[in-house]
């Protein structure tokens, strides 16, 4: 009488066994991926905010240059600007007036 119930137990116990062992490692990966995608999500939240500070740096870089150009055009205005000066006082040393801190 006992190999009719160890027959049944493991015909019983064999597909229950494989269930629940089918039933651990879907749940192990369903926590495998809820952790890849929490990681990825991380990530691509990296990715974008250093996406953000370069495209911040970049705006400030461009202002700069954007600055420097006007300076530089400026600049440039002013010395056309005072060039026949410059020339009238190589021409004719003599008149010029010395500054307020030369001695001679």
Same mark, same amino acid.
Request: net charge positive; proline share 3%.
């Given at each position: 009488?006992?190999?009719?119930?160890?027959?049944?137990?493991? &015909?019983?116990? !064999?597909? @229950?066994?494989?269930r629940i062992a089918g039933?651990?490692?879907?749940?192990?990966?369903? %926590? +495998?991926?809820a952790w890849a995608r929490a990681?990825?999500?991380?990530?691509v939240r990296h990715w974008q905010e250093a996406?953000?500070?370069?495209? &911040?740096?970049? !705006?400030? @870089?461009?202002?700069?240059a954007q600055a420097f150009k006007d300076g530089?055009?400026?600049? %440039? +205005?002013?010395?056309i600007s005072i060039m026949p000066l410059l020339v009238a006082?190589?021409?004719n040393p003599a008149e010029e007036a010395p500054a307020s801190g030369d001695r001679m």
């Open positions: 009488m006992m190999f009719p119930l160890i027959a049944i137990g493991v &015909a019983v116990g !064999a597909p @229950v066994g494989w039933s651990k490692a879907r749940a192990e990966l369903r %926590r +495998e991926l990681q990825m999500r991380r990530e996406a953000a500070r370069a495209t &911040a740096e970049a !705006a400030r @870089v461009a202002r700069e530089c055009k400026h600049g %440039r +205005e002013d010395v006082a190589q021409q």
